[in-house]
């Protein structure tokens, strides 16, 4: 299950202070949301997407520096990822004509992504972890139902379920109704 940005954070935070162990949790942790990023962005791409996640990973570790604690993780993490992209796009094309690029270049704004993942991680946190697990895994991660199955150790008929309960659970907290 992918972590939130609090535990993200909190990883980052202690690795930074000489934890390597939770440097290792965090590296570990953060593969899931750059298999999404990088699926989206390069759909039919998988040997692509896979070497910009290794990239990634790399450039984490060796600018981990540069992180600013007072900040989101993932909008920096997001931030690494973002620019791997462009490269690519550089190395694999050598011109690259700006129409091209400007969805890569203007897709997210990564501290409205930030905020809206903590949002969507609050709005999780009132459902019960299975559900909020399954949805994750299926309507954030892109898994499909038996991939999501699969990894929570459930059947598939439960994983549908718990996705339809825990989004009316969470259409009727937005329409206040709870």
């Excluded at 993200?8 to 690795?15: H, K, P, V």
């Excluded at 997001?78 to 700006?98: E, G």
């Excluded at 895994?137 to 038996?146: E, N, P, Q």
Aim: proline share 3%; hydrophobic share 45%.
């Amino acid at each position: 299950m992918p972590e939130g940005e609090a535990q993200l954070r909190a990883w980052m935070t202690e690795g930074l202070d000489g934890d390597a162990a939770a440097h290792v949790k965090m590296l570990h942790a953060v593969v899931p949301l750059l298999r999404a990023f990088f699926g989206r962005r390069l759909p039919n791409r998988h040997a692509d997407a896979e070497d910009l996640v290794q990239e990634t990973l790399l450039a984490v570790h060796e600018k981990r520096a540069t992180y600013d604690r007072g900040r989101p993780f993932t909008a920096w993490l997001y931030a690494i990822a973002r620019y791997k992209l462009i490269d690519h796009c550089r190395r694999r094309h050598a011109t690259v004509a700006v129409e091209d690029v400007v969805e890569i270049l203007v897709v997210e704004g990564f501290e409205e992504a930030a905020s809206a993942r903590m949002d969507v991680d609050r709005l999780l946190a009132g459902l019960s972890p299975k559900q909020a697990e399954v949805i994750r895994s299926t309507h954030l991660d892109g898994l499909s139902v038996t991939e999501a199955a699969k990894s929570a150790g459930i059947g598939e008929s439960d994983v549908r379920v718990s996705v339809h309960r825990g989004l009316k659970a969470l259409a009727r907290r937005l329409k206040g109704e709870e």
